[in-house]
């Protein structure tokens, strides 16, 4: 975000796309889990329009300087083996509102993209006219979703899909050590807060959310219709 001082609209997109996605991800869960028979998640209090129960200092500072973060895990019946489908279906529903939200402020960008067919003489030229700040607005908004997908479905805790890959992973005393690792002593969140910032500090590093963000983006700008 720190990025884009100077660019009202793409800054207030991007804020108002995590402050949005943070909760439609934690809402998506909770029910999800009680659809799948689970209560426990709609009494964790992450029915809210405060953020605060939804992240950690740790991901407000990937959010402000990185412009994605990810939404802290959501209590649930973690009967390790019996409900392990259940479990990472409805952890599952959290990246998927992302992606969702991402496909509606693509529908909405091209609501406010016009085209317009001049011809001259034999020749057609089609030109595309946009509100430039609602669409550089939306169209940051569409980005910071798939952004926020992308980093949910990481494979490392504390994101989403860490804690679906140690739900259905072995009940290997390798696999409890390799969690113990990443989600008890924080190992996982400093890979996460190393793959979003290094890109940042040494540019030319490999960035995961600049390189699969840009492509979920256009996967979803074709489905809407986009381009």
């Not at 979003?196 to 979920?216: E, K, W, Y």
Request: charge should be positive; proline fraction near 7%.
């Amino acid at each position: 975000m720190l990025f884009y001082l100077d660019r009202p609209a793409i800054l207030l997109g991007i804020a108002i796309a995590l402050y949005i996605g943070v909760i439609a991800h934690d809402v998506a869960q909770v029910f999800a889990a009680q659809a799948l028979g689970d209560p426990l998640p709609r009494r964790s209090g992450r029915l809210t329009l405060n953020p605060q129960p939804h992240v950690t200092v740790f991901s407000v500072v990937a959010m402000v300087i990185v412009g994605v973060g990810w939404a802290e895990p959501i209590p649930m019946s973690d009967h390790w083996r019996r409900l392990r489908y259940k479990i990472s279906a409805a952890v599952l529903a959290g990246p998927l509102a992302y992606a969702i939200l991402g496909a509606l402020s693509l529908l909405a960008l091209r609501g406010l993209t016009t085209t317009i067919t001049v011809t001259s003489g034999d020749r057609v030229a089609t030109i595309s006219h946009s509100h430039l700040f609602g669409a550089q607005l939306v169209s940051a908004m569409a980005y910071t979703f798939c952004g926020l997908c992308v980093v949910s479905l990481i494979p490392i805790p504390p994101t989403d899909g860490g804690r679906i890959l140690f739900t259905l992973g072995p009940n290997s005393p390798g696999w409890g050590n390799a969690r113990y690792q990443l989600q008890e002593r924080n190992f996982g969140l400093a890979i996460i807060l190393a793959l979003l910032m290094l890109p940042i500090l040494f540019p030319g590093f490999p960035s995961v959310v600049g390189q699969l963000a840009p492509a979920l983006y256009r996967g979803l700008s074709h489905v809407v219709g986009l381009t």
